[in-house]
């Protein structure tokens, strides 16, 4: 959708959908926001955490970027969006939850079995596509390579579970989780159904989250 098109949804909300939340948004405004979820996703523009969560204003507090990765705790001098994130969402919003939420046909996840170019127009991305190493690894390990949606649907899968253990890398986090103060998840959206999994510790698997 451009951006004529949104501007037009702009104006349906104003006119049909501000109505029903007008009272949530002024009481968030005065009371200020008091999340008690942070979601990790994919920057993916299939993936709406409102949408697949039935959330209101002010219930997520949301971190999206490519493959919803999530960098080791690494303090210095460079800017960490993911890392500010969790801190603020930690320390500041004192989140009870934190979701890390995969999904199925993930552009990052998929890139990691090609070769992207060389030049500067994706330096980053090549970077960052590394925090999904891992999962490839552990996905080429458990599956092979003979069935290629297989394999991605297994590294999808397997990333969120190393982007989790990533998370426990940050000392605030790690020591709330220890005093059970703080729960982390690791969910999975299937696109073409709307379907979400999450991840089973006593299974070691996926399963349907039921409602
Ligand atoms: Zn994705």
Known sequence: MEVKGLIQGYKRFREYRLGDHEELFLDLARKGQSPKTLFIGCSDSRVVPNLITDAAPG???????????????????????????????????????????????????????????EDESLIHTRRWLQLGQKAKEAALQKVGSGDRELLLRTTEKISVLFQLENLLTYPEVRRKVEAQELFLHGWYLKIESGQLLYFDESEGEFLPLEG
């Open 59 to 117: 219930d997520l507090f949301i971190f999206r970027d490519i493959g919803n990765f999530v960098p080791p705790f690494q303090p210095d001098d460079d800017y960490h969006a993911a890392a500010a994130a969790i801190e603020y969402a930690v320390s500041v919003l004192q989140v009870r939850d934190i979701i890390v939420c995969g999904h199925s046909h993930c552009g990052a996840c998929e890139s990691l079995y090609k070769e992207l170019p």
